[in-house]
Every structure is written in C-alpha cells, then in structure tokens.
C-alpha cells in the first residue's frame, strides 16, 4: 500500500472507531470467539516478548498483563481513536508501565515501532487480519519481527461454509457494516498447509465460523498464500 491508501485506512478506522471504541468491548464479547482460549495457551516465560497486532482497545493486552505478568507486551493499531481508549484501559488496569503502545501499520510491523532491537517472541492478530487490507505484507512483516523459536497466534473469522448459505450471507453482511471481511483464502491455505505436513496447530470452531492458529516461525514460513482473488498477481511465499 502507498501512502495515502494508508492514510486513508487509518482515518477510515477512526471514523468507525471514534465512537464504537466507548462500547466496543461489551458488544464484541458475543461474536468474537476463542480470544480467551488463545491468551490461556499463549504460555509466556518470563521476560518474552509479545505484540499484538490490532489491539484495539486494549483488552488482550489487559488480559494477558495479568495472567503473564512478567512478560513484555507491546500493542499496535492504525486508530488513534483506539489507542487512546487502550491507554486508558491499561491505566485503568494498572499495568501501563508494562505495555508499550504505538501508532502504525501492520505491514510495517518491526520491534523498532517501539523503540526496541530485540525480535519478539510472539506476535497475535486477535480477529485483526480480517479488517488489515494488506493482511499477506502484514503476516510476511510478522515473520520478519518473530525470533527465530517465536511463534505466530492468529484468531481469526473462519471460512464460515459451516453456517449454511443463508447463515454466512447475514453474517458476511453484518461484518461488512464494519468494513470485516474474512479471509477465507488464509483458512485454506492453512489447511492445506497442515494436511501436507506443514508446522503449526490450525482449529476451527463449529461452524467453521473462526480459526485459531499457532504456529512456530520456522512451521509457517513455507505457507504460500494464494492471491487475492481480484488479483492476478502471483502468489506469495512467506
């Protein structure tokens, strides 16, 4: 993406943000399957380093502040909306001192964002890939920014092919009003990926209406994402 198609974006997301931010929290908790799932399994060791790519408002990070309290965590989102509703939701939290924020791009994801040199040794899309335009660049920036034994944790909307056609044209629908759209390229990549022996643990929830993904560096940087669909170009290996 060039410049002004990401400035654009990140306007676009604080314009649906700038209000949604306030309820944010208590609306997704009914659709947005498997986060906690994901934190429980994270298993951090002290003085790991996790970012979380599209934080939002903050509540992972919250989360996982207090259930691996000597871990490092980092949190990046194109909204400025967002992130000041996550700044007050570590404040809140009490764990400020231990989060570091910053404004950007997925794809341009790198431990200098934050004013840091060491690589991270996790890094989680929480139902972010789904709304990041350039979600390939983003996960190939991901692998970049993983330390050679770090691991890549992706939940995610799935395929929904489970919901029955009437089911996933309502819910396609509902996510598109927040410009959601899911990657079902990505789950058949990944699934593909698994069957031919490829590294990492893919889950899909009933209906196949989420995945959650966790994976080794070295298990994913074979998967070769298919191209975009409106696209000709050739496919990309990470």
């Known amino acids: 993406m060039n410049e002004q198609t990401l400035g654009g ?13 306030y309820i944010y ?10 986060r906690d799932r994901v934190i429980r399994e994270l298993d951090l060791k002290p003085g790991q380093r996790l970012v979380e790519v599209g ?18 965590l980092f949190g990046l989102d194109a909204s400025a909306e967002m992130l000041k509703t ?25 431990p200098a ?25 983003s996960l190939e920036a991901a692998k970049s920014a993983l330390a050679a034994s770090g ?3 992706i939940v995610d909307f799935g395929d929904l092919k489970g919901l029955g056609a009437l089911g996933e044209h309502l819910l396609r629908f509902w996510l598109s009003l927040f410009h959601v759209s899911p990657r079902e390229e990505l789950v058949e990549a990944l699934d593909r990926h698994g ?18 993904l966790n994976a ?10 298919p191209v975009a669909r409106e696209s000709q170009a050739r496919n990309k290996t990470l």
Not at 56 to 62: I, M
Not at 86 to 110: C, N, P, W
Not at 216 to 225: I, N
């Open 9 to 21: 974006h990140a306007a676009l997301m604080d314009q649906v943000y700038r209000r949604q931010r």
């Open 55 to 72: 934080c939002g408002t903050a509540r992972n990070l919250v989360h996982i502040a207090r259930r691996y309290p000597n871990a490092k």
């Open 195 to 212: 069957r031919n022996g490829g590294g990492g643990s893919l889950r899909l929830l009933p209906g196949r209406y989420a995945f959650v």
């Open 25 to 34: 929290d208590l609306t997704r908790k009914y659709y947005l399957f498997g």
């Open 216 to 225: 080794p560096k070295q298990g994913f940087a074979g998967l070769t994402l």
């Open 86 to 110: 996550a700044s007050g939701s570590l404040a809140r939290a009490g764990v400020t001192d231990r989060v570091k924020l910053a404004q950007g791009y997925a794809e341009a994801l790198s």
């Open 151 to 153: 691991t890549l944790w």
């Open 113 to 137: 964002m934050f004013g840091e040199t060491g690589p991270f040794d996790a890094v989680l899309f929480s139902y972010s890939l789904s709304m990041i335009p350039d979600w390939r660049g």
